[in-house]
C-alpha cells in the first residue's frame, strides 16, 4: 500500500501487542477456482477494544475476506492469527472464540429468537451457571432491540429483526473476535443507530471486524477503517486521516417548514459557511 495511504496505529493501543490481542493477518489471499482473486494479498491488523470496518462497494471482496477467516474457505496464500491463535491451522480454537454474523442471515425457522440464543450460547461453551446464561441472554435481547419479539417464531419477524437476531448470536457465549459482514444491512436508521451504540460498548475486550458500504457508518463506527477495492485495501487508517486525505466537505441536514424555504435556507448557509454550499436535496 501506497504510505501516504496509511496511517500508523495510536501508541495507547499497542499495550495489546504483549498479550496478543490483536487479529493479523499476513498476505492473505484467495483464488477461487475459476482464476478470480476476490482477495490479494492483505496485511491487516486490528486490535481489541476497537472495530475495524472494512469499507467497500459490491464485490471488493469483504465477504471473500471474511470466508477466509471464519474457515468456510481455504486461503490460497498466507496467514493470519488471533489472540495468538493461528487461525488457519488451529481453527477448532478459533471456533470457541468466534462469533460470526454472516450477510445473509442463518436462522432456525422454527425457533424463537431467545431460543436461538439459547442454543447458540451452549454451541459456543459459554458459562454453565443457567443465570448468567438467562442474563446474557436478556441483556443481548434488550440491547438488539428484540425483547418484545424473544418468543415469536424467527421466520415471521421482519427482514430487520432477523437481522438484529443475527448480530446478538455473534455477541452471546463469550465471543471474542466478533466478524460482522454487512450487519446493518435491512436495518432502518434508528435500528441502525441503536445497533452501532451497542457495537461500541461491545468492543471492550473484543476483537470486532465489520463491513459495509456506508461511508456513515464506517465513519461513526470504525476506530480504524480500510477502505477495499478489488480485493487489496488501498487506504487504511482512522476517520480523521481519511478525511483529511479525501475529505471535500461536510453534509448538514436541516428540517425546514417547507420546500418554498429552499433558497432562503440556501442563502443562509452560503452567507455562513461560504460561496462553495449547494443543496442536494430539494425535499
Ligand atoms: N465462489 C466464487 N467463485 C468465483 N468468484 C467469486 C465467488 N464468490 C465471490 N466471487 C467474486 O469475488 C468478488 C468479491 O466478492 P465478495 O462477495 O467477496 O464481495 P463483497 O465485497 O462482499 O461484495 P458485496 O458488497 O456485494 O457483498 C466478486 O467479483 C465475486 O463475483
Ligand atoms: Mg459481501
Not at 484467495?30 to 486490528?46: D, E, H, R, S
Not at 431460543?115 to 435481547?141: Q, R, V
Not at 415471521?156 to 446493518?184: F, H, W, Y
Request: net charge neutral.
Amino acid at each position: 500500500m501506497d504510505e501516504r495511504y496509511y496511517e500508523e496505529h495510536s501508541p495507547w493501543i499497542m499495550q495489546h501487542e504483549q498479550n496478543k490481542n490483536y487479529l493479523e493477518m499476513t498476505n492473505v489471499m484467495k483464488q477461487y477456482p475459476n482464476g478470480f482473486k476476490a482477495v490479494n494479498g492483505l496485511n491487516l491488523k486490528m486490535y481489541a477494544d476497537q472495530i475495524f470496518v472494512l469499507l467497500g462497494h459490491n464485490g471488493a471482496g469483504k465477504s471473500s475476506t471474511i470466508s477466509v477467516l471464519t474457515g468456510l474457505y481455504e486461503p490460497t496464500e498466507g496467514e493470519a492469527e488471533v489472540f495468538g491463535i493461528d487461525m488457519f491451522k488451529e481453527f477448532r480454537k478459533v471456533r470457541e472464540i468466534l462469533g460470526i454474523c454472516p450477510q445473509f442471515d442463518i436462522i432456525f425457522d422454527l425457533l424463537t429468537p431467545e431460543e436461538h440464543l439459547d442454543i447458540f450460547y451452549d454451541f459456543k461453551g459459554g458459562d454453565m451457571d443457567p443465570y448468567k446464561k438467562k442474563n446474557e441472554i436478556d441483556t443481548l435481547l434488550e440491547d438488539v432491540g428484540l425483547e418484545e419479539k424473544r418468543n415469536f417464531q424467527t421466520a415471521k419477524l421482519s427482514g430487520g429483526n432477523q437481522r438484529k437476531l443475527s448480530v446478538a448470536m455473534a455477541l452471546c457465549g463469550g465471543s471474542k473476535l466478533i466478524i460482522l459482514d454487512e450487519p446493518t444491512s435491512t436495518l432502518d436508521l434508528s435500528a441502525r443507530r441503536l445497533l452501532w451504540n451497542m457495537l461500541k460498548e461491545y468492543r471492550k475486550d473484543r476483537i470486532i471486524l465489520l463491513t459495509t458500504h456506508y461511508m456513515d457508518e464506517a465513519d461513526i463506527l470504525g476506530d480504524r477503517i480500510g477502505i477495499m477495492v478489488k480485493g487489496k485495501v488501498t487506504c487504511l487508517g482512522s476517520s480523521l486521516f481519511l478525511k483529511k486525505k479525501f475529505g471535500c466537505g461536510y453534509n448538514l441536514t436541516m428540517l425546514k417548514a417547507s420546500t418554498e424555504m429552499n433558497s432562503k435556507v440556501l442563502k443562509y448557509a452560503k452567507e455562513r459557511l461560504g460561496e462553495n454550499c449547494k443543496l442536494k436535496s430539494q425535499n
